[in-house]
């Protein structure tokens, strides 16, 4: 990527503009003033939110779709994302006309390489934390930008820009290895647990790259880990870790004495440096007073104060599709949430329990990936076994084709005995729902487009008669 000189660019082309990521970096560019277009296969309101705000998208691979200004490979730089299929017509197009396709990953890490990168990794969690790390940065005298993974309700973009600060955050992703691109002044990690084995074939090849990114930390920077991990493989012994961070179990840097109090935690920060007494999250659930205790811990080493944290946390809003209640009637309560592995299922459900502990749980659960389907389906009918009711949909494929014998039965038939259990079609489920719901909480769980049924849910909670 540093052979790519931004002097010469006018014009930047993404194939896969509508992901998350992809979307962010759109936004960069388009902010910095050159001039933005891209592809992708499907219209979302995150696609139709670019072409609002100036960037031209178009939805289907024809050579015919791509703005003739952009056929320059000297003055277009083109970003893809790698879950664009390789016989994708217009990338096959770029290819034998002399450009030269960066990923996404290279470009952010060029980009993070110009500031102070905040990197947060690990397999579920980064995602919060870097947004609660981006706020408590944007609500105190430090401030940042930041590329992050979600649409952040506080801001309603999944992009900061700040330029009176060093400080950039970024969500490191470890799909594809992508977070080896980045040279972090402080990084975190969240989680290790099995995912992308069609990536990393064995759990060490994983949590080598995961010691690899923690080795890659600039001399004089920090390194958290969650209380538990450690770092294996053969980049392990040239890092130093400054500290664990936790929830009430011994951690360096701990959240103690937690008080439920209308649903949300109140809480204490320890850590060697100081203490903060009396602190209030805004959004509900453990395992986020967890996340939020390593984004206190890095944004009191930027220079944000005590008092700053204090003041800021109880109006943090959360994540778009991160335990979003949608509805609260008679009928039940509606929550919608990106949980599309084991662990955050399980920290979903937990949640819910917490905040709603004699309610009966029902989840509808659309699996992601086949791939990660036959690696965790023993898994995920484990955590899926918390809830009460489980209505599994067919697997949403994105980039990947079928695998035989790959199926959300495989989960179905492995749930508890005593948890009621069906399979429906995502075609049909408003009308499962309509004849089959019995009232307490519905959760809504994938990250397909499972949530493309948020508002026909809301409305249909809204009309239903209890």
Not at 145 to 174: C, H, M, R
Not at 196 to 217: C, K, N, P
Request: charged share 25%.
């Amino acid at each position: 990527m540093e052979k790519v000189d931004l002097k010469d660019i006018q014009f930047v082309y993404f194939l896969g503009i509508g992901g998350i990521g992809m979307s962010a970096l759109a936004r960069y560019f388009k902010a910095k003033g050159f001039e933005v277009a891209g592809y992708d296969r499907t219209r979302t309101p995150l696609t139709q939110k670019l072409e609002q705000e100036g960037i031209m998208v178009n939805y289907t691979d024809q050579v015919a779709e791509i703005p003739f200004k952009y056929r320059d490979n000297k003055t277009t730089l083109l970003v893809y994302t790698p879950a664009i299929p390789k016989d994708n017509l217009q990338l096959q197009w770029f290819l034998n006309h002399g450009f030269e396709p960066h990923k996404r990953a290279e470009v952010l890490g060029m980009l993070s390489k110009m500031g102070k990168a905040l990197c947060i990794a690990g397999t579920h969690g980064k995602t919060t934390t870097t947004t609660m790390l981006t706020y408590l940065l944007q609500s105190s005298h430090v401030g940042c930008s930041a590329f992050l993974g979600g649409i952040s309700k506080n801001y309603n973009t999944n992009l900061i820009l700040n330029p009176k600060s060093d400080y950039i955050v970024v969500e490191a992703d470890e799909y594809d290895r992508s977070f080896l691109h980045l040279e972090p002044e402080m990084a975190a990690i969240t989680a290790m647990d099995n995912d992308h084995m069609d990536i990393y074939g064995t759990r060490e090849s994983m949590l080598d790259a995961f010691a690899q990114f923690a080795s890659q930390v600039r001399s004089g920077g920090a390194l958290f880990l969650k209380h538990g991990l450690e770092l294996q493989g053969q980049f392990a012994s040239q890092t130093k870790v400054t500290g664990s961070y936790g929830v009430e179990c011994g951690a360096d840097y701990e959240a103690q004495n937690l008080r439920l109090v209308d649903s949300k935690f109140e809480f204490d920060f320890h850590s060697p440096e100081c203490d903060i007494k009396g602190l209030r999250l805004g959004v509900p659930g453990r395992m986020n007073v967890e996340n939020v205790t390593i984004a206190i811990a890095i944004a009191l080493r930027c220079g944000v104060t005590p008092d700053e944290i204090r003041e800021a946390l109880p109006n943090f809003e959360g994540v778009v599709r991160r335990f979003n209640l949608h509805s609260e009637s008679a009928v039940g309560k509606y929550v919608d949430d990106y949980a599309h592995h084991p662990e955050e299922i399980r920290a979903t459900l937990n949640v819910a329990r917490e905040i709603w502990p004699n309610e009966k749980l029902t989840v509808i659960f659309q699996p992601h990936l086949y791939t990660r389907t036959r690696d965790l389906y023993v898994e995920f009918a484990e955590t899926l076994s918390i809830a009460d009711k489980v209505i599994l949909t067919e697997i949403y494929p994105a980039r990947e084709e079928p695998i035989p014998g790959i199926t959300s039965e495989i989960i179905l038939e492995r749930l508890a005995a005593d948890t009621e259990k069906v399979l429906v079609p995502k075609a049909e489920l408003m009308e499962y729902l309509n004849k089959k719901f019995d009232g307490g909480v519905l959760l809504t769980l994938g990250a397909g487009n499972i949530d493309q049924l948020i508002p026909e849910i809301k409305e249909w909670m809204k009309w239903r008669k209890p």
